[in-house]
């Protein structure tokens, strides 16, 4: 009892406002200055951020470090171990992290409503959710070379990377748990755990490499492996956390309560997974696309080594993207609606101006960015002069995803898949195509087209934040905790 009063001590000091004293405390802050106001959302923001980046890097830097290894062992080991993790993996990636980022809704408004309990249950149904949607998605596994074939990928490649994404099967599973233990923890404000395991995850990453690839001789299938094991070791050390003792408030063992209102739970989780994988998959399209364009080899490379350096940039705004979703879930939860308006802007201003620095270096550093993948000189050129490109995607990229926690936080999800699939689908895509082969700009010119959807896409949702209506959201938040939430049985007591 003694850390559980401890623990809901130091929430209480992290939660802006509960229910019953939220009156009471915006009028205190009213009187603020922006000044005063800032550093303390600010404060607020990075206890979330911080930590998140940081487990974010470091997880990402995992699929870093397997691509690295692959990539010194030869150009169609590196093409295939980057479609695999790009393509193939980060199919289901992009669903299965769209479908967790349900709990950001819910968990996050739950904690801020003080409905502890309800937290752990959530988490359950999630883990329901995401074990069966994982099972149905291992045909992606198990018949990736034909479908690789079909769609224009030279048969070499193919052939390779369909061995690779079978031995990838494992980590596709890992998905399902990690996500939503992630989420879980994140809503708690207990991001640092996940910042601690993560480089764990890393450190044995690095080491099971080195030791399958070169010291075992075992290849790509080698670094494969050590993938597998390294997202398990993930997961397992989180469920350690939290199974005994690290969440007292939030985890009271299984409850049967996970089986309930599990197809309500699905339509949210859907449209949550729809809205994120729209998003994760259609960079991931621009290199299926470039497959189909003059030495296609050479492209395939350069373009991966890209999309690994933006991703890697990428898991900041990410982190942004949880931690303004959780800002703005807590305070709508507590009822504060100008509390989440103004979370939602300060979240925006931070991720810009780091985006803006990232921007920088890239063009700065532009002739050195293949150093860590590839020593060929043909990609190492190839990717000098797709890094103007990077620079925009990340400058954009840093404003986007902030939008979308906002989206995420106040479980208005649905809208913006609407706005991803028209914005990338309708208008990205298209346009790469024309000003790829059209006007013969080959890869250039399909990322151009591409970056001009995430344009659009960023402005609509900027438009969409600005206009909305954030009292009722607030209502609305209160109304879905009550809908989802039961009462706590240690509360009857």
């Known amino acids: 009892m003694g850390s559980a009063n401890r623990d809901e001590e130091f929430n209480e000091t992290l939660l802006p406002h509960s229910v019953s004293n939220g009156i009471a405390k915006r009028g205190v802050e009213d009187d603020k200055d922006i000044k005063t106001r800032i550093w303390i959302e600010s404060k607020k923001l990075w206890i979330i951020a911080g930590p998140s980046i940081f487990a974010r890097l470091a997880a990402y830097s995992m699929n870093v470090v397997t691509q690295a290894f692959a990539g010194h062992l030869g150009e169609v080991e590196l093409a295939s171990i980057s479609i695999a993790l790009n393509v193939i993996a980060g199919f289901d990636f992009g669903l299965l992290l769209g479908m967790a980022s349900a709990l950001e809704t819910l968990c996050g408004q739950a904690f801020g409503a003080k409905r502890y309990h309800m937290l752990g249950v959530y988490m359950q149904r999630s883990w329901i959710v995401l074990f069966l949607c994982s099972v149905l998605l291992l045909p992606l596994y198990t018949f990736a070379s034909p479908l690789l074939k079909l769609l224009g990928q030279p048969d070499d490649v193919a052939e390779q990377t369909g061995l690779v994404s079978l031995w990838f099967i494992p980590m596709h599973f890992s998905f399902a748990f990690l996500f939503p233990l992630q989420r879980f923890l994140q809503c708690q404000t207990k991001a640092g755990v996940l910042a601690w395991v993560s480089f764990l995850s890393l450190g044995v990453d690095l080491l099971l490499s080195w030791l399958f690839v070169y010291k075992f001789d075992f290849g790509v299938v080698g670094a494969a492996v050590a993938l597998d094991i390294s997202w398990w070791v993930f997961v397992i050390a989180l469920l350690g956390y939290t199974f005994w003792g690290g969440c007292p408030l939030t985890w009271k063992g299984f409850s049967m309560e996970a089986f309930s209102g599990l197809w309500e739970f699905l339509k949210l989780s859907a449209a ?3 809205m994120l994988c729209l998003e994760n998959w259609y960079y991931r399209i ?7 364009i003059k030495n296609a080899a050479i492209a395939v490379d350069a373009l991966s080594i890209c999309m690994g350096i933006n991703g890697w940039e990428m898991m900041i705004p990410v982190a942004f993207f949880a931690a303004t979703g959780v ?3 807590n305070e709508l939860g507590a009822g504060n609606a100008k509390g989440a308006k103004f979370a939602t802007k300060v979240s925006v201003v931070h991720s810009t101006i780091i985006g803006i620095v990232f921007c920088v270096l890239v063009i700065v550093l532009r002739d050195q960015l293949s150093l860590i993948f590839s020593s060929s000189t043909a ?11 990077l620079a925009v995607t990340i400058l954009f990229n840093s404003v986007q995803p902030v939008l979308s926690g906002v989206a995420v936080g106040s479980g208005w999800q649905a809208w913006v898949a609407y706005i991803n699939l028209g914005c990338y689908y309708l208008v990205g895509v298209p346009l790469g195509v024309v000003m790829g082969w059209v006007f013969d700009m080959g890869v250039k010119g399909i990322w151009s087209g591409m970056i001009f959807g995430t344009a659009v896409q960023t402005i609509v949702l900027a438009i969409i934040t600005m206009r909305r209506d ?9 109304m879905h905790v009550n809908k989802w939430s039961s009462p706590d049985p240690d509360d009857q007591s």
Do not use: D, H, Q
Request: no cysteine; net charge positive; glycine share 4%.
């Open 286 to 292: 621009l290199i299926l696309m470039t497959a189909n």
């Open 470 to 478: 954030w009292k009722k959201e607030a209502e609305k938040a209160t």
């Open 272 to 274: 949550s997974g729809v």
């Open 379 to 389: 990609v190492m050129k190839a990717v000098e002069n797709l890094s103007y490109l």
């Open 327 to 329: 800002r703005v879930a």
